[in-house]
Antibody
Framework: QVQLQQSGPGLVKPSQTLSLTCAISGDSVSSNSAGWDWIRQSPSRGLEWLGR?????????DYAESVKSRITIDTDTSKNQFSLQLNSVTPEDTAIYYC??????????????WGQGTPVTVSS | DIQMTQSPSSLSASVGDRVTITCRASQRISTYLNWYQQKPGKAPNLLIYAASRLQSGVPSRFSGSGSGTDFTLTISSLQPEDFAVYYC?????????FGPGTKVDIK
């Protein structure tokens, strides 16, 4: 059974960096058949995909254009986890942040396992 | 980016009712369409992938159909645990995008 356990602060000051980690059990961050994504949810923006990392013989990363200049998704294979860093945050980045596993079957990517969600507030 | 819309935005229904939710994509996405259910305080839960494939463990009263730009999620006989918000999501191309959600509540 795959489980994703998120950790990180729930309060970040404006202009600072939001950092979250997602620890994986039951699968590998280096899997050649899965991807590892970050998604956030807010009342104003709904569910918003932020980016993903995946291995297909080498590591790939995709970012949403809306955050591309501020986001970094990284992996730590020794700890079997991946992380999100979002720089220069503003109150508009206030949201619940989720990590998720991205699987592919019948040609379609879908999010079949999710972390528990981390509510993050950007405020001084 | 591909825009996803859903209708209705909310509906009231009774236990045992047949419920249909529609999702439309701003461009053709073949069958790269997934459906999720979300309950308060929880992460979304995958119900249907590739437009019509039932995720393992999901009750058979849930079904999906459609291709191209128009899709439907049907709950054949609504159960008390089905009152939730339902989202569609396209995986045709990144950025993956979600619909705004349809809230199903008790009549």
């Amino acid at each position: 059974q795959v489980q994703l356990q998120q950790s990180g602060p729930g309060l970040v000051k404006p202009s600072q960096t939001l950092s979250l980690t997602c620890a994986i059990s039951g699968d590998s961050v280096s899997s050649n058949s899965a991807g590892w994504d970050w998604i956030r949810q807010s009342p104003s923006r709904g569910l918003e995909w932020l980016g993903r990392t995946y291995y297909r013989s080498k590591r790939y990363i995709d970012y949403a254009e809306s955050v591309k200049s501020r986001i970094t998704i990284d992996t730590d294979t020794s700890k079997n986890q991946f992380s999100l860093q979002l720089n220069s945050v503003t109150p508009e980045d206030t949201a619940i942040y989720y990590c998720a596993r991205d699987s592919t079957h019948w040609g379609s990517d879908y999010f079949d396992y999710w972390g528990q969600g981390t509510p993050v507030t950007v405020s001084s | 980016d591909i825009q996803m819309t859903q209708s209705p935005s909310s509906l009231s229904a009774s236990v045992g009712d047949r419920v249909t939710i529609t999702c439309r994509a701003s461009q053709r996405i073949s069958t790269y369409l997934n459906w999720y259910q979300q309950k308060p305080g929880k992460a979304p839960n995958l119900l249907i992938y590739a437009a019509s494939r039932l995720q393992s463990g999901v009750p058979s009263r849930f079904s999906g159909s459609g291709s191209g730009t128009d899709f439907t999620l049907t709950i054949s006989s609504l159960q008390p645990e089905d009152f939730a918000v339902y989202y569609c999501q396209q995986s045709y191309i990144t950025p993956f995008t979600f619909g705004p959600g349809t809230k199903v509540d008790i009549k």
